[in-house]
């Protein structure tokens, strides 16, 4: 686990995938920044690799995440991405494992062991309870805890999900921080799930499929400050 950089709950990460890129992913993430600093809280972007470099130039407060990362040292692997280019294009850290791009254990471990010799925050998914207890003995900053079948449909995990998952991890280790995603689709789900004790959530879909992408995110980063308020004051 890096200790580097640690990012103070509460967090909201954005997932662009494929959808976004270029310039107009330059517009959210100055939004995001704007938002990050207005809501105090941490807004984690995993934008396309190509856009790394931009983004970290672009912005202040947001951290910039690589949206994979392969388990390489320096040397042959024509294809790969390699730990220390991210980290020489700006990277704040990596995910690792998402659902649509699958990781054995195995490379997983040795994956996270490389973020941590270059100095990147790992942050693994996992789809399952029994995936997510797995991870958590591998040592990464943040576990996503993210059931594959939610992914982009619009509903949420339940409340009884989140809470034996977010258990579930911080039995293992306490330090992990727990983000719980799938299917968050504007404020009131986000609000829910912070409600319900992660230290996170995040979107993909909810952001970018909005027909006005900075007005969501607006509406989702006001909705983790108002939940954790809420439970912590």
Sequence with gaps: MYKGKIIKPPFFEIGPKAYMYGE????????????????????????????????????KHV?????????????????????EALKAAGADGVILNHAEKPMTLAD????????????????????SLREAEAIAHLTPNIIVAEPTELIGTGKTSDEEYVIATTSAIKKVNPDIQVLQAAGISNGQDVYRTIRAGADATGTTSGIMKADDPEAMLDEMIRAVRKAWDEIHK
């Design 24 to 59: 107009r992913m330059l517009k959210l993430a100055k939004a995001a920044d704007e938002a990050s600093v207005k809501y105090d809280v941490r807004i984690i972007l995993t934008p396309q690799p190509s856009d790394i470099y931009l983004l970290k130039k672009e912005t």
């Design 108 to 127: 997983l471990s040795t994956a996270i062991k490389r973020a941590d010799e270059v100095g990147m925050i790992s942050m693994a998914c996992a789809d």
């Design 63 to 83: 951290f910039i995440f690589a949206q994979h990362m392969d388990p390489i040292p320096i040397g042959r692997g024509n294809g790969f991405i390699l730990a």
